[in-house]
């Protein structure tokens, strides 16, 4: 068995290296903060430690995602195997039912460490398991199924309220008895990584069995609820990334160095270049052509990175964005009138938009086919091309002529590809076929294509 770091400077230092290692920036005077506060606060109340590190060590709210099933990890609430139950199934959900109902926090997280121990473990038993499951546990004990019960031992008779107010109250209370069902859920999975931490090592189930964040999450695995929290990061973003490409226009301002003129000019002073003589940039501002693939799992990168770009789009002299399955509409409208809405956004594009024609799965050839026919004038000398999707044609014609001659009026095309690198051209993905004519990066998260396109967008 591996135990957290020795001391309370060990514990904190592998708390912050574990942070940083799910992408968490946390510098030196972070982690002095963090030690200070500390020592400020005592450990005494362990809820008081949580939050002056979190406050010390955070940056963002949606950090916290991954701030405190780590701290649970090096602070843990207790050692060791709880006191064992009398493993009767029945006989804890009965207890769980009255500790919901009277919301006992102490009395939960002891029920979560009995349910644990009794209905998690797996392995051999003689020699005390391999290991804890949190979803084994819960599928046996159920929680979920507990709400009714618990509702009836809250349930205070109407009496002399109106039905209406009756029937809201109820929901309310019915939404109260769902939080705390899912707050002792996640104990449950607190008290099953604590376990495991235990035998296998602090660091190492610190670093796989927390969930990263949003931003680190592929987009192709990414859930609902991650998808609305990267959507909810797109004007931050945005604002970090316009900063950026002012900061690289002032210093493209400046030009680059003529250096025919500039050795001409150094006649005057002996062939010593004493004035470089600058080539001055063309003030006009680039445009932008978004093509994306709003299909499947890779509708989820598309939809964001269109609304990342469209929150940009003041940088940019002109941006025209165009969406397709297996037909080509372009959607530069639906965009920019639908920020009231963007978790909206791919419903909009399918019901509105003319993106499939007698189906419903990709085909880039036909795709690239109809772009390169209808909406080729979008793309001149001055056009950065973005193509947004996984390049999987569903065994169709991949259409590289069509690609070609895009490429051959762009200033630039990128081809963004939300697969892992190992996953082109297996398969229907003509990956390697397209990359050969433009430029393919592999944009598996939100991290990712932040650092691409502070990289590649034109200034």
Sequence with gaps: MTAPPDGVTGRITGLVKTLRSHG??????????????????????????????????????????????VFDLY????????????????????????????????????LAGEAVDGFGGYGSPGQGGDGWSSYQTL???????????????????????????????????????RRRIEGFRARVRTEARRRVAERRGTEEIARRAVAPSADRVDFLL?????????????????????????ARRRRAAHGSIDLRRT???????????????????RPARPEL????????????????????????????GKVRVFAFVNRVDEVTDLLAHGGTDPAGLGARILDEATVTGWHSSSDYGTSLGEFAERYVDAVGPRSTVFVLGDARTNMSDPNLPALRHIADRARRVYWLNPEGRGQWSSGDSAAYAYSELVEMHECRNAQQLSRLIARLLPV
């Design 24 to 69: 968490l920036r946390i510098g030196p005077g972070e982690t002095v903060d963090a030690a200070a506060a500390l020592e400020a606060l005592g450990l005494a109340d362990r809820e008081r430690v949580r939050e002056g590190l979190a406050a010390a060590l955070l940056h963002r709210e949606s950090q916290r995602a991954v701030f405190d099933p």
């Design 75 to 110: 602070f843990p609430a207790g050692v060791g195997a709880p006191i064992r139950g009398d493993g009767d199934r029945d006989a804890l959900r009965e207890r769980l039912v009255a500790a919901l109902a009277a919301d006992d926090q102490a009395l939960l997280a002891q």
């Design 139 to 177: 599928s046996r004990l159920r929680p979920e199924t507990l709400l009714a019960r618990v509702l009836a031992a809250l349930r205070v008779e109407p009496a002399e309220q109106g039905a209406d107010r009756a029937a809201f109250t109820e929901r309310l209370l019915a939404d109260e008895v």
């Design 222 to 246: 990414a859930g609902r609820g991650q998808l609305d929290e990267l959507r909810r990061a797109v004007h931050p973003l945005a604002r970090k990334l316009a900063t950026r490409l002012a």
């Design 263 to 281: 050795l001409r000019s150094s006649l005057s002073t002996g062939g010593v270049p004493m004035r470089p003589v600058l080539r001055r940039r």
């Design 289 to 316: 052509v978004l093509l994306c693939d709003v299909s499947g799992s890779v509708a989820g990168f598309a939809n964001f990175t269109m609304l990342l770009v469209q929150a940009l789009h003041d940088q940019f």
